[in-house]
């Protein structure tokens, strides 16, 4: 039989212990950018090209484990384009997605914010890569749930691109289960080039399709 889901009698010595934590940083740990935009922080600008509300805004990668087709085990995400700088996208939480048993893990949640999140740079034109994710756990996600993901962006400070999100359960409307806040930093298509392992950028480079959707990206007036 599996190890046993049953609360055990907590073992002696084993009670939770806290002690005070030093925020002190170092130029390997810098300090951690604030969610919440600083005052001269600007709004969003949805670009003139953007895709209208309701379009949708199909994968940036193939591969990708949030929104690609081709990894069996990713989340398989479909965003839409909202107004303004917004999104939807829903989720359908599935077998290979379970922390315990029959439950979402919540990574792969944070992952399907992280993705719907990372999805409102397109109505900016913007490249731009998750800096900071929080999210906030409210109510457990059973497997098969539809999870109905609303993010929008809210401002924008320099390459900081401020925005949030929250994931509901129960339909469109139904109670939120779990809500994030992120730091997403703008970056050049280089970063991707001069980071990512060799094979996969030069298959990428080859696919007429990937090309194009990268270079939709590259101007943004
Ligand atoms: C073609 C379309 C592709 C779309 C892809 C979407 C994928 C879905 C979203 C993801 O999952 S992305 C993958 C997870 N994220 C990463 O792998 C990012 C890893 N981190 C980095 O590569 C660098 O740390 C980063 C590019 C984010 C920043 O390095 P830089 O050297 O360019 O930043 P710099 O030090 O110049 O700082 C610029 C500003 O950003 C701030 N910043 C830098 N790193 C930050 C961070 N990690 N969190 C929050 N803020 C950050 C920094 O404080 C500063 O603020 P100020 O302008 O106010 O001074």
């Given at each position: 039989m599996g190890p046993s889901l049953a609360r055990r009698a907590r073992l002696p010595g084993t009670a939770v212990r806290s002690a005070a934590v030093?925020?002190?940083?170092?130029?390997?740990?810098?300090?951690?950018?604030?969610?919440?935009?600083?005052?001269?922080?600007?709004?969003?600008?949805?670009?003139?090209?953007?895709?209208?509300?309701?379009?949708?805004?199909?994968?940036?990668?193939?591969?990708?484990?949030?929104?690609?087709?081709?990894?069996?085990?990713?989340?398989?995400?479909?965003?839409?384009?909202?107004?303004?700088?917004?999104?939807?996208?829903?989720?359908?939480?599935?077998?290979?997605?379970q922390g315990a048993p029959g439950l979402?893990h919540g990574?792969?949640?944070?992952?399907?914010?992280?993705?719907?999140?990372?999805?409102?740079?397109?109505?900016?034109?913007?490249?731009?890569?998750?800096?900071?994710?929080?999210?906030?756990f409210?109510?457990p996600?059973?497997?098969?749930?539809?999870?109905?993901?609303?993010?929008?962006?809210?401002?924008?400070?320099?390459?900081?691109?401020?925005?949030?999100?929250?994931?509901?359960?129960?339909?469109?409307?139904?109670?939120?289960?779990?809500?994030?806040?992120?730091?997403?930093?703008?970056?050049?298509?280089?970063?991707?080039?001069?980071?990512?392992?060799?094979?996969?950028?030069?298959?990428?480079?080859?696919?007429?399709?990937?090309?194009?959707?990268?270079?939709?990206?590259?101007?943004?007036?």
């Amino acid at each position: 039989m599996g190890p046993s889901l049953a609360r055990r009698a907590r073992l002696p010595g084993t009670a939770v212990r806290s002690a005070a934590v030093s925020a002190a940083t170092s130029p390997e740990t810098p300090p951690e950018t604030s969610l919440v935009p600083p005052d001269d922080a600007v709004a969003p600008v949805r670009h003139p090209e953007a895709p209208a509300p309701g379009t949708p805004l199909g994968a940036h990668y193939d591969h990708c484990f949030g929104c690609g087709q081709a990894l069996p085990h990713g989340l398989h995400l479909q965003a839409h384009a909202g107004e303004g700088v917004s999104v939807t996208a829903e989720f359908t939480v599935k077998p290979q997605h379970q922390g315990a048993p029959g439950l979402a893990h919540g990574g792969v949640l944070t992952s399907a914010l992280d993705e719907t999140l990372g999805s409102l740079n397109w109505l900016m034109h913007s490249i731009a890569v998750t800096g900071r994710l929080e999210t906030d756990f409210l109510l457990p996600v059973p497997v098969d749930t539809v999870l109905h993901l609303d993010a929008r962006c809210t401002a924008v400070h320099g390459r900081k691109i401020y925005s949030d999100a929250v994931g509901r359960i129960g339909g469109p409307k139904g109670p939120i289960a779990v809500r994030a806040k992120a730091v997403f930093i703008e970056v050049k298509v280089e970063h991707f080039i001069d980071n990512g392992r060799k094979e996969e950028i030069e298959a990428a480079m080859e696919d007429p399709d990937q090309v194009r959707r990268a270079r939709a990206f590259e101007v943004n007036p």
